[in-house]
């Protein structure tokens, strides 16, 4: 049965938002008069962004474990950023709301695409002392934030998800003259609620909370133009990630214990030259194999990813930029054997590599080996589009397709995923602040797509979208 209407909400679910509109009011209120401070002093400065976004998507052959037929779902997300500046401080609050429409009880919605009005951000940010000394400069930035580093694949505020990621804690980031950059946080995950289908499926409201039996931490080091004189323009990240859990009654979790050291060698695109994109990180630690309180078992954790892209524009009129990629994430080869050797994406992204998300996303960095192609085109500044295709296996045929919730652990239904061609073309030249995006995927079901147990097995997945952005 498919939903057109919000949802009915229960009065005690009014408790967390009219919390939040006391609290956006306010703010509200003190930046008012901020603002009015900002006619005779410069000292102080309010400033109001947001975005609202609306996107249709539709996908006909469900590849996912115990799902048949097409889908369709219009989420709509609005984000409303206010920042006031002081001469100590900046202060910013940021709301989010992410709802879904359209769909019915088969659709695939979670935490990741719904999440009705709340707080995304809540922060202050002050400047600190900088780690580069003399001709530096650092800042501090305390409580719920979102967080961007580098290429984004071990940490990311997420653009395309209809829901962004926060955390609450401690965040530090410095850059010095020569533009090296250093990176350091601690910080618990946001936890996003309800979390149950049904509730989701409704658009209910209920405020979200810190996880605070997780811990993030991290300290990433980027350095600008590593050997200028050989490879102008290579810069070079060294990184570690670490992921420490506890179960709580309210958040159960599989206990573990993470370090992910890496690297990156990157050049950014530009005509006439090649670009190159190479990270690799390992993660060593432990877990449990599952999240019960019954399961006591460690086991030993040994895993790696590395995604490598080599590309070239050409000049010409539309930059057309020409790549070859790869990325491996290591599976689990013998689930018996006492280890978990899966490598899991745990707050990176995956859109930007492995292609469109949300109702479709058949593909992210668990258990996969995935060379492939990519044509980028960029005709005018209004106008972008690129071309994306991959042949997708897995890394071990005994673990699962995370995505699809698809496993053999005998490894007879083999490796091949399937062929994977994705699409985005992207406008901006309607009226100011306006961007037009449409985007189609196709997944051509390989012999594991076939033959694993419980699978639906489709003769092909289509996925398309269309969406609207307005920013101001």
């Known amino acids: 049965m498919k939903r057109f209407c919000v949802s009915k909400l229960k009065t005690g679910v009014f408790t967390g938002p009219a919390r939040l509109l006391a609290i956006i009011a306010a703010f509200m209120a003190a930046a008012t008069g901020a603002r009015a401070q900002t ?32 889908d369709q779902a219009l989420f709509l997300r ?36 719904v999440n009705p009005l709340d707080i995304l951000q809540a922060y202050v940010r002050v400047d600190a002392p900088s780690v580069f000394g003399d001709g530096s400069d650092a800042r501090l930035t305390l409580g719920r934030q979102t967080v961007s580093i580098g290429s984004k694949r071990q940490i990311e505020r997420i653009s395309y998800a209809n829901v962004i990621k926060s955390y609450t804690g401690a965040y530090y980031s410095a850059t010095s003259a020569h533009g090296d ?31 605070w039996n997780r811990t993030i931490w991290a300290v990433h080091y980027q350095r600008p133009d590593l050997i200028p004189d050989f490879w102008p323009g290579l810069s070079g990240d060294l990184f570690v990630y670490g992921l420490e859990e506890r179960d709580t009654d309210a958040t159960p979790t599989p206990n573990r214990h993470y370090v992910t050291p890496g690297f990156r060698l990157h050049r950014a695109p530009a005509t006439g030259q090649l ?18 309180a019954s399961d006591t078992t460690n086991l030993d954790v ?39 050797d899966q490598y899991e994406r745990l707050f990176g992204s995956r859109r930007t ?34 071309l994306a295709w991959s042949a997708a296996s897995l890394d071990s045929a005994r673990d699962s397709w995370v995505i699809a919730g698809l496993r053999d ?49 489709p003769d092909r997945t289509v996925f398309g979208y269309a969406q609207a952005t307005f920013t101001f």
Do not use: C
């Open 275 to 292: 670009d190159l994109d190479l990270e690799a990180a390992w993660r060593f630690g432990r877990r449990r194999a599952g999240s019960a």
């Open 409 to 457: 652990e005998s490894g007879q239904s083999g490796r091949f995923i399937g062929h994977t061609l994705d699409s985005r073309v992207r406008y901006r030249g309607l009226i100011d602040g306006l961007e037009l995006e449409l985007g189609a995927s196709i997944l051509l079901p390989g012999g594991f797509a076939d033959n694993a147990p419980g699978s639906p097995a």
């Open 181 to 211: 950059q250093i990176h350091a946080l601690m910080l618990a995950p946001v936890g996003r609620h309800p979390g149950d289908r049904a509730a989701i499926g409704d658009n209910q409201m209920s405020g979200d909370e810190e996880e």
């Open 78 to 113: 609005t984000l409303l950023h206010a920042r006031l500046t002081t001469p100590v401080a900046r202060f910013g609050i940021e709301l989010q709301d992410s709802r879904a429409y359209f769909d019915d009880i088969g659709t695939p919605l979670s935490t990741g695409t």
């Open 302 to 340: 040994s895993a790696g990813m590395v995604f490598a892209a080599i590309g070239y524009t050409f000049e010409h009129a539309w930059k057309p930029r020409l790549a070859l990629e790869y990325y491996w994430a290591s599976g689990d080869d013998d689930p018996n054997d006492g280890r978990f």
């Open 39 to 70: 006619d005779t002093s410069t000292d102080f400065r309010f400033d109001l962004s947001g975005e609202t976004r609306a996107r249709y998507e539709s996908l006909n052959g469900q590849f996912r474990a115990g799902r048949t037929g097409s």
């Open 353 to 386: 590599d492995l292609n469109n998300t949300s109702l479709h996303g058949p593909l992210t960095p668990a258990n996969l080996q995935a060379p492939g192609m990519r044509l980028e085109v960029a005709p005018s500044p209004d106008w972008d589009g690129r």
